[in-house]
C-alpha cells in the first residue's frame, strides 16, 4: 500500500474539528498493529504564510508549510468555520491556490464551510455538494449552479467530496480511507478512535 500525502488548509478562525478530525482519522491510519506498522498517510499542515494561526475559541496553531514550499498533495483537506465563511472567501490569492491544487490533488475535500471556498473556486459548479445544515441555503442562493444536498453526511463527487458541519469531516475521512484502502482498513482505524462509521446518512 502506498503512502499519500494530505494536505490540511489552515487559517485564522477556522472550525477546530473541522481540520483536527480529518487530521486524527488520516494520522491514525496504518497497515496493521504491529510494531513493524506503516502509515497510510502523510498528513501536514498548510497556511498561507505558514505561521501561527488561532483557530476558532483561541486555539493557536503552528502549520507546517506555506502556499508555496509545501511538497506535492494527493488529498486536500479544506475546513470551515468564520474564517472560511467570512474572511478567506475574499481572499483571491488562496481561492487561486485552491484552483491550483485541484488540478493536481487526486481529491479535494471539505468540511463544513470549507465547501464555500470550493465554490467560490468553481470547484462545485454542475455538480452535487453539501455543506453545514446553517449555511446550505448560502451555498445554494450565492453558487446556483451548485446542487446543494440536504441531510446527508457527506457527497463523494468522485475527485471532489463535500462533507456537512464539523464532526461530518470525520465520517467523510473514513469514508475516502475506505475507498482507497478498503472498508476493513477504514473499521480497524475507527476502532482504534472508538469511532462507530458505517451507521450513519450518507448519499
Not at 482519522?25 to 501561527?52: P, Q, R, Y
Not at 469531516?169 to 482505524?189: C, N, P, Q, W
Amino acid at each position: 500500500m502506498s503512502q499519500r500525502t494530505v494536505g490540511i488548509l489552515l487559517f485564522n478562525e477556522v472550525e477546530v474539528l473541522d481540520f483536527a478530525g480529518p487530521f486524527e482519522v488520516f494520522s491514525l491510519t496504518s497497515t496493521s498493529k504491529t510494531e513493524l506498522e506503516t502509515k497510510l498517510f502523510n498528513v501536514i499542515t498548510i497556511s498561507e504564510d505558514g505561521e501561527m494561526i488561532k483557530a476558532r475559541n483561541g486555539l493557536k496553531v503552528s502549520p507546517d508549510y506555506n502556499l508555496h514550499n509545501h511538497p506535492a498533495l494527493d488529498i486536500l483537506v479544506v475546513p470551515g468555520g468564520y474564517g472560511a465563511e467570512e474572511i478567506e472567501i475574499n481572499n483571491s490569492s488562496l481561492i487561486e491556490w485552491i484552483k491550483q491544487q485541484y488540478s493536481q490533488v487526486d481529491c479535494m475535500t471539505s468540511v463544513c464551510t470549507g465547501a464555500l471556498l470550493l465554490a467560490k473556486a468553481g470547484l462545485l459548479n454542475g455538480r452535487k455538494a453539501t455543506t453545514h445544515w446553517m449555511d446550505q441555503d448560502r451555498l445554494e442562493k450565492e453558487f446556483p449552479l451548485v446542487a446543494v444536498q440536504r441531510n446527508v453526511k457527506f457527497v463523494d463527487e468522485d475527485n471532489v467530496i463535500t462533507s456537512g458541519g464539523i464532526s461530518a469531516g470525520i465520517d467523510m475521512s473514513f469514508h475516502l480511507i475506505s475507498r482507497i484502502y478498503g472498508r476493513k482498513v477504514a473499521e480497524e482505524t475507527a476502532k482504534r478512535m472508538e469511532y462507530d462509521i458505517f451507521s450513519k446518512d450518507r448519499s
